[in-house]
T-cell receptor
Framework: AQSVTQLGSHVSVSEGALVLLRCNYSSSVPPYLFWYVQYPNQGLQLLLKYTSAATLVKGINGFEAEFKKSETSFHLTKPSAHMSDAAEYFCAVSEKGGGNKLTFGTGTQLKVEL | EPEVTQTPSHQVTQMGQEVILRCVPISNHLYFYWYRQILGQKVEFLVSFYNNEISEKSEIFDDQFSVERPDGSNFTLKIRSTKLEDSAMYFC??????????????FGEGSWLTVV
């Protein structure tokens, strides 16, 4: 069964520093991968997704993620953190041809400090 | 930008009572979902709905849960007899096609259910 692992339930960075949020997947075939963000008291918003068109995917708000099959990873990065990036970030996976659901990771809470 | 809307945003109910959570998916979408997030835990899939029937459900989605699309726009989740452990944020979502084909699932802002 497919799954995703997010290392680090809490990540803290300084404003202007690099953001790196880790996601590793477990799937029998390379899946489709998604990053969602949840701001306080709001729903889930899609940041970006990997659908095998390109391994480096650019999303909203300056975020990007790189699919690395050899490492079964899809880490999320942003070169320079902003205070408004403070939120919870979820990695999710959908197995190709595998039905209708997304399987989410446990989430990473990003804190941005001055 | 089209969005998924949910009502109520917050509901408090007595244990054993029935609850209906309502959703209006994005209008041209064909697949509809309910997910839930218990406080401090990850988002979990409950059920997907396509062509007026359940297409997939998780083991969480037992006999106390049901879904319905009573008209052309609404999609509801009913919990028949609520338990304390049903307290969670319930997210409605929709998509044009299946996520297993790379389609994006769009989520609403959630309905926070508190069972007392």
């Amino acid at each position: 069964a497919q799954s995703v692992t997010q290392l680090g339930s809490h990540v803290s960075v300084s404003e202007g520093a690099l953001v790196l949020l880790r996601c590793n997947y477990s799937s029998s075939v390379p899946p489709y991968l998604f990053w969602y963000v949840q701001y306080p008291n709001q729903g889930l918003q899609l940041l970006l997704k990997y659908t095998s068109a390109a391994t480096l995917v650019k999303g909203i708000n300056g975020f990007e993620a790189e699919f690395k099959k050899s490492e079964t990873s899809f880490h999320l990065t942003k070169p320079s953190a902003h205070m408004s990036d403070a939120a919870e970030y979820f990695c999710a996976v959908s197995e190709k041809g595998g039905g209708n659901k997304l399987t989410f990771g446990t989430g990473t809470q990003l804190k941005v400090e001055l | 930008e089209p969005e998924v809307t949910q009502t109520p945003s917050h509901q408090v109910t007595q244990m054993g009572q029935e609850v209906i959570l309502r959703c209006v998916p994005i209008s041209n979408h064909l697949y509809f979902y309910w997910y839930r997030q218990i406080l401090g835990q990850k988002v979990e899939f409950l059920v997907s709905f396509y062509n007026n029937e359940i297409s997939e459900k998780s083991e969480i989605f037992d006999d106390q849960f049901s879904v319905e699309r009573p008209d052309g726009s609404n999609f509801t989740l009913k919990i028949r007899s609520t338990k304390l452990e049903d307290s969670a944020m319930y997210f409605c979502a929709s998509s044009e096609g299946q996520p297993s084909s790379g389609n994006t699932i769009y989520f609403g802002e959630g309905s926070w259910l508190t069972v007392v």
